[in-house]
């Protein structure tokens, strides 16, 4: 029968085929005279960047967000740097206007590494042209790596220099009735210090300013080095911050002062000539015609031979850290990223992997649990870690092993250190006519409760194995990188630090991106043409596991979680409240499991 199929597929493709052959067959008719008249119109492509942009972005609805007024995915960071790799091969396009003018963010380390693709575009002999509706110190710094930069008549500049922002909940705590108590290594450990202080120390604010200020210092240099302007200048700009558009012109920030709404009008007086506009086209769902149709009549059920090419792969660790057994969205869980790294070691046709840091770190057991699986895969792979926004604490700690890190100017790294934490809400329950009593029959098994405030005791006991932690955190730093352990501890003990502070201190080998680290791994495997393949994949579909909750949060924090909701809206960061109120005690699905963390500040934001 399958013959007979064949035969009646084959004589309908013949017959259409003598009816209107260029069509049966994809191939299009010859337009005269079309490369001649090509020549003469300028081709120019707009880009518009709008809404956020993330690494991994994950494709699964989730029905909470939804539900809240939210459900809105960010887009793909890399499928736009692709497509900026994309337009720089092609030979037809004269000018890309990079607009500016709709809502957009992008992380400090996004917004370098757009800089630097676009300053490659410029060398493959496009002209760039950015248009500004207003600009900030993020809009600037994109734009100042295109040739030109227009601006409307009617917009602002406002370029502050980077400031930070922490959240102390220590007098909440008091007030509501909830009592923290820590154990640390270190000085300089600021994820404690929001729950055990009403305001910042003296040590701790002196470190961010000069944290701040090696931040502030990479985006000047960039503005400037892009307007070919004194860093000076425009350091001095920043302090006068608030600008008008005329001002901004008259100080070289911007080339032209358009008409508002006239973009395209004052782009084609510039350039001249016939303009031929276009923009980024979206995928259309691949056609099946009768070709398509033979040949699969005529294959062998797809168990020919395929044409496989070496890969690299990009493996993304996002996340906070956390011990486990199943794949959470937004959390790295060492169970399946173990048997992913061991399944990637056992993989003859991957030649290299890139593992991608963007984790401020969390439990150190399963940050250990991911380092010990990573120093296996460096033995059979040629592997180089890639820091992205953010390689804190177990973020770094994974990183601690006998392979090449790659850091952007702006990562924040570091923080080396380790604490414990029990968060105490027996006063709060009293206050609601709640009282708590636990029969036991030594004073061994009342050690440790759920919601109790650790004794003087166990507060000792605590300490000892958070220092037991820490010294081996500093081992493990001090053999990866040859620092010696006394040298280490006066940069370690909690300390963050950027990219380019953690490249002359030794913590870093090198200050580059994510292409920087691919073409490494390929000049090290000696390979020419290449796949390169991001995982893990984003989960898709409708995620109903925030529907499903679990005990532990549906009995003490779903109301909580509202009002926390509540300050989000407001525009309050609780991230870091939440991981507490999540992972600080002990419960029944979780009994005897005392958490020591290593974990960077998670509540502070840089603008």
């Known amino acids: 029968y399958s013959c007979l199929w064949a035969e009646l597929i084959f004589g309908l493709i013949l017959s259409l085929s003598i009816l209107n052959p260029g069509k ?66 092609r030979k037809d396009i004269g000018y890309v206007v990079l607009d500016l003018s709709q809502a957009f963010s992008l992380s400090r380390v996004q917004q370098r590494d757009f800089a630097q693709r676009i300053a490659k575009l410029n060398k493959s002999g496009k002209k760039t042209i950015a248009w500004l509706a207003s600009a900030s110190t993020l809009e600037l710094s994109v734009a100042s790596a295109c040739h030109e930069i ?5 917009g602002m500049v406002d370029i502050p220099s980077a400031t930070m922002e922490h959240t102390f909940y220590k007098d909440l705590f008091n007030l509501v009735g909830l009592n923290v108590t820590t154990v640390r290594a270190g000085d300089f450990k600021g994820a404690i210090e929001p729950y055990t202080r009403s305001s910042m120390s003296v040590h701790l604010r002196q470190h961010y300013e000069k944290l701040l200020t090696s931040m502030n210092e990479a985006v000047v240099a960039q503005i400037a080095k892009g307007r070919k302007l004194p860093e000076q200048k425009v350091r001095l700009l920043q302090q006068n911050r608030l600008m008008l558009p005329s001002l901004a012109k008259k100080h070289g920030l911007v080339d032209q002062l358009v008409e508002p709404g006239r973009m395209r009008e004052a782009i084609e007086a510039r350039v001249g000539g016939d303009l031929e506009w276009a923009a980024p086209e979206k995928k259309k769902p691949k056609s099946f015609g009768f070709t398509d149709l033979f040949k699969a009549l005529m294959s062998d059920d797809g168990k020919g031979e395929k044409n496989i090419k070496p890969t690299v792969v990009v493996y993304h660790l996002s996340g906070t850290i956390m011990d486990g057994s199943k794949a959470q969205a937004g959390e790295i869980i060492d169970g399946p990223t173990v048997k992913a790294l061991n399944e990637l070691a056992e993989d003859d046709q991957v030649k290299g992997v890139v593992l991608r840091i963007n984790s401020p770190g969390g439990s150190a057991t399963a940050s250990e649990n991911i380092r010990v699986a990573i120093a296996k895969l460096v033995e059979t792979k040629s592997v180089v870690f890639s820091m992205g926004d953010v390689a804190a604490s177990g973020g770094y700690l994974v990183a601690c092993v006998d392979a090449p890190i790659f850091a952007d100017a702006d990562t924040i790294t570091g923080s080396i250190g380790v604490f414990g934490m029990q968060l105490g809400f027996d006063a709060l329950l009293r206050r609601v006519g709640v009282n708590m009593e636990t029969v036991a029959i030594d004073d061994a098994a009342r050690q440790m409760q759920l919601g109790k405030p650790w004794t003087e005791e166990e507060t000792k006991k605590m300490q000892a194995f958070v220092d037991l932690t820490y010294g081996l955190f500093l081992d493990r730093v001090s053999k990866a990188r040859s620092i010696p352990v006394e040298k280490l501890k006066k940069i370690a003990g909690g300390r963050v630090w950027t990219g380019s502070q953690a490249r002359e201190l030794g913590l870093i080998d090198k200050i580059g991106g994510l292409t920087a680290s691919i073409n490494h791994i390929r000049d090290k495997a000696k390979l020419d043409k290449v796949e390169i393949k991001h995982l893990p994949k984003p989960r898709e579909g409708l995620d109903l596991s925030s529907l499903m909750g679990d005990s532990e949060d549906e009995i003490f924090h779903g109301e909580l979680a509202k009002r926390l909701s509540k300050l989000n809206a407001l525009g309050f960061d609780t991230q870091a409240l939440k991981f507490l109120l999540r992972n600080a005690n002990q419960s029944k699905v979780r009994p005897l499991k005392n958490h020591l963390w290593m974990l960077q500040p998670m509540n502070f934001k840089i603008r």
């Open 24 to 89: 049966a067959f994809g191939a299009k008719p010859a337009e005269k005279g079309k490369e001649e008249a090509d020549e003469n119109i300028t081709h120019v492509h707009h880009l518009t960047l709008r809404g956020a942009y993330s690494e991994m972005p994950s494709t699964s609805l989730d029905p909470v967000a939804l539900v809240m007024g939210g459900g809105l995915s960010s887009k793909s960071y890399f499928k736009l740097a692709d497509h900026l790799e994309s337009i720089t091969k």
């Open 150 to 154: 227009f601006m409307s008549k009617d």
